[in-house]
């Protein structure tokens, strides 16, 4: 049966969060860092539906950043724990700058909506997350990384390899 | 009253706090993060979703 809802969401594309960063020298080529960021999500627009709008989630935090790191103009920068890996975010860039407007990631927006069926309009248990991929490099792991310093005309290089890695 | 040697005088504490105008994103820093920068940041993310199945 149709219907028309409002919710209010936390929105997944950019989800609230908090985050601690830590920097120190060792000495004038060595820095060390640490990374915490966490997020907490009360009706993610991920996971919202018709039959679930109210109170959905985790009601906790859960992990976007954990990661440890060394950093040198000469070194590059090394870093493990979970972190973004090196493919993350290289097939979803929104020329919008919104992470939003033409954003790949459908999922984030409206991933927890349940298709009808067409024939009896009932609600089926395919979601919209079900039936798209991102269509972006790997997402955040449990990993070790390396980017290499600024070579020239700006560019560096960067690699990753985590635990779900083969 | 005098003490011999160094100085048991506790250096003050001062505290900066700045916010990027850009980002939103808030530091703190005290004399005791000469060494360990720490920056503490942010965001609170709440929308309206509107549905018409």
Redesign the interface.
């Known amino acids: 049966m149709r219907s028309q809802r409002i919710f209010y969401v936390d929105i997944d594309n950019s989800s609230t969060r908090i985050g601690i960063e830590g920097k120190a020298s060792v000495t004038k080529e060595l820095s060390l860092g640490s990374k915490i960021e966490v997020q907490f999500e009360s009706n993610s627009t991920a996971s919202v539906n018709q039959t679930s709008n109210n109170g959905v989630g985790s009601n906790t935090f859960t992990n976007r950043k954990l990661e440890i790191y060394g950093a040198g103009e000469h070194l590059g920068i090394i870093s493990i724990g979970q972190g973004s890996t090196a493919p993350d975010g290289t097939a979803e860039v929104d020329f919008s700058k919104t992470a939003v407007i033409a954003y790949s990631a459908i999922q984030d927006m409206a991933g927890g909506f349940l298709f009808r069926n067409s024939q009896t309009g009932s609600l089926t248990s395919i979601t919209i997350g079900n039936t798209y991929s991102q269509l972006d490099g790997l997402g955040p792991n449990d990993q070790i990384r390396y980017d290499t310093p600024v070579l020239l005309g700006g560019y560096s290089l960067s690699t990753s390899f985590g635990t779900n890695d083969t | 009253m005098w003490h011999h040697g160094r100085s048991r005088k506790t250096k003050k504490t001062e505290k900066r706090f700045n916010i990027n105008s850009k980002t939103g994103e808030a530091t703190v820093l005290t004399a005791l993060q000469e060494?360990?920068?720490?920056?503490?940041?942010?965001?609170?993310?709440?929308?309206?979703?509107?549905?018409?199945?």
């Open positions: 060494k360990i920068k720490l920056k503490i940041y942010g965001q609170v993310n709440r929308g309206i979703l509107y549905s018409d199945d």
